[in-house]
């Protein structure tokens, strides 16, 4: 009998969750059963991480707890941080340079080498270690390409607005600092996406915290996952300076045979319920800047879409806008999606080690069969 192939796992349910719900159809998303919008309007990113990795939203005690546990996990070594700095001055790539210091983490954590995957407390310790760090690894890679020198990590502020913080050294306003962590919010987890797959795959064979996370990011930084977000803003400078109309410009790329960056999605068959949610802070940001004219191109190419193919616009698509806004370097938006999924990212580990089976599948085989072996020297 031969096998049926699901080319890119379609609709193959490889393990049951508790963390996250991804109804396309409805085009609703729940962490743990809280609807994306409530936790959107209601909680902070530390709040969601500790709903995901604790399974409850914490109280006032352990919501103290973790903010203070992140913090003093803040901080990089020297090893990491000389790391850093020499990726930043061959200017590498943001994703590859936070993929390859994450990865070094390892080399600072006494305890790398004896993990034990069933025990749930030290994944979930490395699990904050490396979220704490992600912030201050991108801060640090960013300050030093731009000439600048690395700032500390502060002890009294938030994870979104510490970042923002260590990226330009100004306390950042309210409204950017909520924004973003609202943004980190609405990215923390996503059911079985590719990144998560791919960390859940390498935890898997049982091999350790550190180098799921590296696979995972690896895998977000492609311009099909993670990678969109930035092509989204690429795309919408290029529209400016081409001067042309958005709809005019959306029929050129289709009949092109080009991919619009930010629409579509392999589980959502209607607008995915955080572009609601962003294209709301992206149109605020927009206004209160007054230079609306980023969110208005967004919903045009919206409409054009619709008209022209009804694909629906994704995540990707209005956190672009908003982190342009926010004056975020382009080239910085998929890795602040990594610093938001990652918490997913240690949650779906933690599920996976608790109940592990090695992820194997197969493939159809439809090479040669049986053929003449020739030896080299009749070749
Ligand atoms: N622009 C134009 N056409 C698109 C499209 C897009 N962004 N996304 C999907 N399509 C079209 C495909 O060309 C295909 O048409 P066809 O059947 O005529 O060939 C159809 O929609 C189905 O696409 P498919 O590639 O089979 O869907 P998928 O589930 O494998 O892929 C994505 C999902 C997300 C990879 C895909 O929608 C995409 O490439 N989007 C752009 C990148 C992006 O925004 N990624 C972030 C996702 S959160």
Same mark, same amino acid.
């Given at each position: 009998?031969?096998?049926? %192939?699901?080319?890119?796992?379609?609709?193959?349910? %490889?393990?049951?969750?508790?963390?996250?719900?991804?109804?396309?159809?409805? =085009?609703?998303?729940?962490?743990?059963?809280?609807?994306?919008?409530?936790?959107?309007? /209601?909680?902070?990113?530390? /709040?969601?991480?500790?709903?995901?990795?604790?399974?409850?939203?914490?109280?006032?005690?352990?919501?103290?707890?973790?903010?203070?546990?992140?913090?003093?996990?803040?901080?990089?070594?020297?090893?990491?941080?000389?790391?850093?700095?020499?990726?930043?001055?061959?200017?590498?790539?943001?994703?590859?340079?936070?993929?390859?210091?994450?990865?070094?983490?390892?080399?600072?954590? #006494?305890?790398?080498?004896?993990?034990?995957?069933?025990?749930?407390?030290?994944?979930?310790? +490395?699990?904050?270690?490396?979220?704490?760090?992600?912030?201050?690894?991108?801060?640090?890679?960013?300050?030093?390409?731009?000439?600048?020198?690395?700032?500390?990590?502060?002890?009294?502020?938030?994870?979104?607005?510490?970042? *923002?913080? @260590?990226?330009?050294?100004?306390?950042?306003?309210?409204?950017?600092?909520?924004?973003?962590?609202?943004?980190?919010?609405?990215?923390?987890?996503?059911? !079985?996406?590719?990144?998560?797959?791919?960390?859940?795959?390498?935890?898997?064979?049982?091999?350790?915290?550190?180098?799921?996370?590296?696979?995972?990011?690896? +895998? *977000?930084?492609?311009?099909?996952?993670?990678?969109?977000?930035?092509?989204?803003?690429?795309?919408?400078? /290029?529209?400016?300076?081409?001067?042309? &109309?958005?709809?005019?410009?959306?029929?050129?790329?289709?009949? #092109?045979?080009?991919?619009?960056?930010?629409?579509?999605?392999?589980?959502?068959?209607?607008?995915?319920?955080? #572009?609601?949610?962003?294209? &709301?802070?992206?149109?605020?940001?927009?206004?209160? +800047?007054?230079?609306?004219?980023?969110?208005?191109?967004?919903?045009? !190419?919206?409409?054009?879409?619709?008209?022209?193919?009804?694909?629906?616009?994704?995540?990707?698509?209005?956190?672009?806008?908003?982190?342009?806004?926010?004056?975020?370097?382009?080239?910085?938006?998929?890795?602040?999606?990594?610093?938001?999924?990652?918490?997913?990212?240690?949650?779906?580990?933690?599920?996976?080690?608790?109940?592990?089976?090695? @992820?194997?599948?197969?493939?159809?085989?439809? =090479?040669?069969?049986?053929? /003449?072996?020739?030896?080299?020297?009749?070749?």
């Amino acid at each position: 009998m031969t096998a049926e %192939v699901h080319r890119g796992l379609e609709g193959i349910v %490889v393990t049951e969750s508790e963390l996250s719900r991804v109804d396309g159809e409805a =085009g609703r998303l729940i962490y743990r059963g809280y609807p994306i919008e409530t936790l959107a309007e /209601e909680t902070s990113f530390e /709040e969601v991480l500790s709903l995901l990795w604790n399974g409850e939203l914490p109280d006032d005690d352990g919501l103290a707890a973790l903010e203070s546990d992140l913090v003093g996990a803040r901080s990089l070594d020297d090893d990491v941080s000389k790391l850093v700095t020499r990726l930043a001055r061959v200017d590498e790539i943001p994703m590859a340079a936070l993929r390859t210091a994450i990865s070094a983490l390892s080399s600072t954590d #006494a305890g790398a080498d004896s993990f034990e995957p069933t025990d749930e407390a030290e994944v979930l310790e +490395t699990g904050r270690r490396i979220t704490a760090k992600v912030p201050t690894i991108l801060a640090h890679f960013h300050r030093v390409r731009s000439g600048e020198d690395p700032i500390p990590p502060r002890d009294d502020l938030g994870h979104a607005e510490n970042f *923002l913080y @260590m990226l330009d050294g100004a306390e950042p306003d309210p409204v950017s600092t909520n924004t973003l962590d609202t943004a980190l919010v609405l990215h923390a987890d996503h059911g !079985i996406n590719a990144s998560t797959f791919s960390a859940m795959v390498t935890a898997s064979t049982l091999s350790d915290v550190y180098s799921a996370v590296t696979s995972a990011i690896g +895998t *977000l930084a492609g311009p099909l996952h993670g990678g969109a977000n930035q092509n989204v803003m690429r795309m919408l400078l /290029e529209l400016d300076e081409s001067g042309m &109309e958005p709809a005019d410009w959306i029929r050129e790329e289709l009949d #092109a045979g080009r991919r619009i960056p930010g629409f579509g999605h392999r589980v959502y068959e209607v607008k995915d319920p955080r #572009a609601y949610i962003l294209s &709301e802070m992206s149109e605020e940001l927009g206004e209160a +800047t007054g230079e609306p004219k980023w969110h208005e191109y967004s919903l045009a !190419i919206e409409a054009a879409m619709a008209e022209e193919t009804g694909i629906p616009p994704n995540v990707d698509f209005y956190s672009a806008t908003t982190y342009y806004q926010l004056g975020i370097p382009l080239d910085l938006y998929t890795p602040i999606f990594a610093m938001s999924r990652v918490g997913g990212w240690v949650a779906h580990l933690r599920e996976q080690y608790a109940n592990n089976r090695i @992820m194997r599948p197969r493939a159809r085989y439809v =090479g040669h069969e049986d053929r /003449e072996f020739t030896p080299l020297s009749d070749r």
